[in-house]
């Protein structure tokens, strides 16, 4: 075929015949006609490299087209980031040091957040206190709550959630007292809040925002999500769809938000398009969940299992279990990578590997263990996995309730220093 499209292509070049004849407008056209044919033909020919290029340089034409210079930076950058997050890494040799403990909290706490420098922590407790920590030398300021004290400028009742948004300088907060919180991360110890904004009709026991700052988003124990402009102060959409008490909530990607909650249900929430994907394989409440990248994401459940998801089917594509009765805490991984850490009521710090079957008869994905079961000094309440470091808060009792309480649980954090190599997109 190849051989009868270059004698095509040669005969189109070869010039016509002088035979005295006067040549019509009609051959004219017929010899313009045969130019598109020549830019097929370069198409077929190029190189799977030239033909990105080109592409590229249609879409960026496209972009200049319709939209202003810096519109279209914009655009490609956004365009960039989004081909970024749905590639992913292939960890290699990861290992995982000696854990150390800092002690803080007076009571339980209850959630946790690290900076993407990964020097500062800042977590929250039982006993309404917000604590910024110092990831190096361990000191701490204290953001001070009072319970059932309303005018204490904090919490006047246990906080349960914290989330970090670093490019517009906030530090979020929310809990039992149905506020969410808005606090300046550079200001001095003991501080009040900076803001406080309504709108829950109970508890706010999750927190996750966008990378840009633009929205946050808040799961509540009144069965709603809701979607806040941080610019107004002010909220702009309320989800609902949950049939009980939300427990916990991540985010990756811009706009889809994943929760879990006492119905026993993880819900993938399209806020564009004001719907939203049900997993409900679980028998218990789920308490924590974990995007690991663009299609596939962790939930732990007080039934002891830890399944993994993809956002194309219905079914667990992998799953383990804790044993009866233990529940699972807390849920974090590396992002786009097969490496999911869960945390659990007794303090078991357990790190996975999804992997694919290596018999001929299961070519599914399954759930491996990567390294050893690491024991912590209390119910793991919430965790963070960083580049080099993993973040737990460690408590005497779990933070909805106050279950599973052991005699030489402790309060505080725990980090873990972490260290693996990234081979590339897999």
Same mark, same amino acid.
């Given at each position: 075929?190849?051989?009868?499209?270059?004698?095509?292509?040669? +005969?189109?070049?070869?010039?016509?015949?002088?035979?005295?004849?006067?040549?019509?407008?009609?051959?004219?056209?017929?010899?313009?006609?045969?130019?598109?044919?020549?830019?097929?033909?370069?198409?077929?020919?190029?190189?799977?490299?030239?033909?990105?290029?080109?592409?590229?340089?249609?879409?960026?034409?496209?972009?200049?087209?319709?939209?202003?210079?810096?519109?279209?930076?914009?655009?490609?950058?956004?365009?960039?980031?989004? !081909?970024?997050?749905?590639?992913? @890494?292939?960890?290699?040799?990861?290992?995982?040091?000696?854990?150390?403990?800092?002690?803080?909290?007076?009571?339980?706490?209850?959630?946790?957040?690290?900076?993407?420098?990964?020097?500062?922590?800042?977590?929250?407790?039982?006993?309404?206190?917000?604590?910024?920590?110092?990831?190096?030398?361990?000191?701490?300021?204290?953001?001070?709550?009072?319970? %059932?004290?309303?005018?204490?400028?904090?919490?006047?009742?246990?906080?349960?959630?914290?989330?970090?948004?670093?490019?517009?300088?906030?530090?979020? *907060?929310?809990?039992?007292?149905?506020?969410?919180?808005?606090?300046?991360?550079?200001?001095?110890?003991?501080?009040?809040?900076?803001?406080?904004?309504?709108? %829950?009709?109970?508890?706010?026991?999750?927190?996750?925002?966008?990378?840009?700052?633009?929205?946050?988003?808040?799961?509540?124990?009144?069965?709603?999500?809701?979607?806040?402009?941080?610019?107004?102060?002010?909220?702009?959409?309320?989800?609902?769809?949950?049939?009980?008490?939300?427990?916990?909530?991540?985010?990756?990607?811009?706009?889809?938000?994943? *929760?879990?909650?006492?119905?026993? *249900? $993880?819900? &993938?929430?399209? $806020?564009?398009?004001?719907?939203? @994907?049900?997993?409900?394989? %679980?028998?218990?409440?789920?308490?924590?969940?974990?995007?690991?990248?663009?299609?596939?994401?962790?939930?732990?459940?007080?039934?002891?299992?830890?399944?993994?998801?993809?956002?194309?089917?219905?079914?667990?594509?992998?799953?383990?279990?804790?044993?009866?009765?233990?529940?699972?805490? +807390?849920?974090?991984?590396?992002?786009?990578?097969?490496?999911?850490?869960?945390?659990?009521?007794?303090?078991?710090?357990?790190?996975?590997?999804?992997?694919? #079957?290596?018999?001929?008869?299961?070519?599914?994905?399954?759930?491996?263990?990567?390294?050893?079961?690491? !024991?912590?000094?209390?119910?793991?309440? +919430?965790?963070?996995?960083?580049?080099?470091?993993?973040?737990?808060?460690?408590?005497?009792?779990?933070?909805? #309730?106050?279950?599973?309480?052991?005699?030489?649980?402790?309060?505080?954090?725990? &980090?873990?220093? &972490?260290?693996?190599?990234?081979?590339?997109?897999?």
């Amino acid at each position: 075929m190849v051989k009868r499209k270059r004698d095509k292509l040669k +005969a189109s070049k070869e010039p016509p015949q002088d035979d005295g004849a006067v040549q019509s407008d009609d051959e004219d056209s017929d010899l313009e006609a045969k130019v598109p044919e020549e830019e097929e033909e370069e198409e077929f020919f190029e190189t799977p490299d030239e033909k990105r290029v080109r592409l590229a340089k249609e879409y960026l034409g496209m972009l200049k087209e319709t939209r202003a210079p810096e519109q279209v930076q914009e655009q490609v950058s956004r365009d960039v980031e989004e !081909q970024e997050q749905r590639s992913r @890494l292939q960890v290699a040799d990861m290992s995982l040091g000696e854990p150390r403990y800092i002690k803080g909290h007076r009571m339980s706490p209850t959630c946790l957040a690290m900076t993407s420098d990964e020097s500062t922590i800042w977590t929250g407790g039982k006993e309404c206190d917000v604590i910024r920590w110092d990831v190096e030398t361990g000191k701490k300021d204290l953001f001070p709550g009072a319970l %059932h004290n309303f005018d204490c400028a904090g919490h006047f009742d246990r906080v349960l959630s914290v989330c970090l948004v670093e490019k517009r300088h906030l530090v979020l *907060t929310g809990g039992i007292d149905r506020v969410l919180r808005l606090w300046d991360p550079r200001a001095p110890a003991k501080s009040g809040c900076a803001q406080k904004l309504l709108g %829950h009709g109970g508890a706010i026991s999750a927190i996750a925002a966008e990378p840009d700052g633009s929205q946050v988003y808040t799961a509540s124990a009144d069965k709603s999500i809701k979607v806040w402009d941080l610019a107004a102060n002010r909220t702009v959409d309320t989800l609902l769809g949950h049939v009980g008490p939300l427990c916990t909530m991540d985010l990756y990607q811009k706009g889809r938000p994943l *929760t879990g909650g006492m119905d026993k *249900t $993880v819900r &993938l929430w399209k $806020v564009d398009k004001d719907t939203h @994907l049900m997993f409900n394989k %679980h028998q218990y409440s789920v308490d924590a969940v974990s995007v690991i990248d663009h299609e596939r994401f962790a939930s732990g459940s007080q039934d002891g299992s830890l399944l993994i998801w993809s956002s194309t089917s219905k079914k667990p594509v992998a799953s383990a279990s804790m044993g009866n009765g233990v529940w699972v805490t +807390a849920l974090a991984c590396i992002r786009r990578s097969s490496i999911v850490f869960s945390g659990t009521v007794n303090g078991k710090l357990q790190p996975w590997c999804i992997q694919r #079957g290596a018999s001929e008869g299961n070519k599914g994905l399954k759930l491996e263990k990567c390294a050893d079961t690491i !024991q912590l000094p209390g119910s793991i309440n +919430a965790m963070v996995v960083g580049r080099s470091v993993i973040a737990c808060a460690v408590a005497y009792e779990h933070r909805l #309730g106050r279950w599973f309480r052991g005699t030489d649980y402790k309060n505080g954090i725990v &980090l873990i220093p &972490l260290s693996y190599r990234e081979q590339g997109p897999g």
